[in-house]
């Protein structure tokens, strides 16, 4: 069974980071792209960033751009999104999910397996 197990979220005022991380076990890894989510209350979880499998593509959407960075690392079966500049609408819940294949994608129906999801809450 396929488990991803978010960790790294938290409290932090505005301005502040956070590096969350999503450790992968019970199934491949390296050969799938990764991406993260995330929902705040009252809307519907949106995409975050993504990765491809070996790193070379990735991809950030525009909200977080310039702040968010993806990365992954392969021996170690874990994506990482370190989170810069954060802002009282960064808080959300937030997902990472495995890929069905290689190449990443952004919209929900490509990613077979999701993590519980962890909450971080930006105070301004």
């Known amino acids: 069974q396929v488990q991803l197990v978010e960790s790294g979220g938290g409290l932090v005022q505005a301005g502040g980071s956070l590096r969350l991380s999503c450790v992968v076990s019970?199934?491949?890894?390296?050969?799938?792209?990764m991406g993260w989510f995330r929902q705040s209350p009252g809307k519907e979880r949106e995409f975050v960033a993504n990765?491809?499998?070996?790193?070379?593509?990735?991809y950030v959407e525009d909200f977080a751009r310039g702040r968010f960075t993806i990365s992954r690392d392969n021996a170690e079966s874990t994506v990482y999104l370190q989170m810069n500049d954060l802002k009282p609408e960064d808080t959300a819940v937030y997902y990472c999910?495995?890929?069905?294949?290689?190449?990443?994608?952004?919209?929900?129906?490509?990613?077979?397996?999701w993590g519980q999801g962890i909450q971080v809450t930006v105070s301004s």
């Open positions: 999910a495995r890929a069905k294949g290689q190449m990443p994608v952004m919209t929900e129906a490509g990613y077979d397996f």
């Open positions: 019970g199934g491949t890894f390296s050969s799938n792209a």
């Open positions: 990765i491809s499998w070996r790193g070379g593509i990735s």
